[in-house]
């Protein structure tokens, strides 16, 4: 399996009404160090109504604004949509953000 594969087979298992980090993703995927990885993947996404990548996040909560699906607004509607609530323009990554204790970002 390739890189791409693995970020996406992370990205399939981020429940609706959560969000990851890019580095929450890249190491779940099997490398810390892939989190621009993870971004070039997620903006070539073969298959977006799969593979969520509308709930891959910074680790601060900022939308991409390139967010390869109609840009950072396309992605805070998704995300709102889902019941994901957003306070000064970002994901409440206290509130929203997956929990995989098995990963310290």
């Known amino acids: 399996m390739n890189s791409y594969e693995r970020i996406y087979e992370v990205v399939r298992r981020i429940p609706e009404g959560y969000v990851a980090s890019y580095g929450q993703v890249a190491a779940l995927a099997g490398n810390r160090r892939w989190s621009r990885v993870v971004g070039y993947a ?33 992605q805070i509607e998704l995300l709102e949509a889902e019941g994901v609530t957003f306070t000064d323009g970002h994901v409440d990554m206290q509130r929203y953000q997956w929990q995989t204790p098995w990963i310290e970002e």
């Open 42 to 74: 997620l903006h070539v996404n073969p298959d977006p109504g799969t593979i969520p990548c509308h709930r891959v996040v910074t680790k601060d909560g900022n939308v991409s604004e390139a967010f390869a699906f109609g840009g950072g607004n396309r």
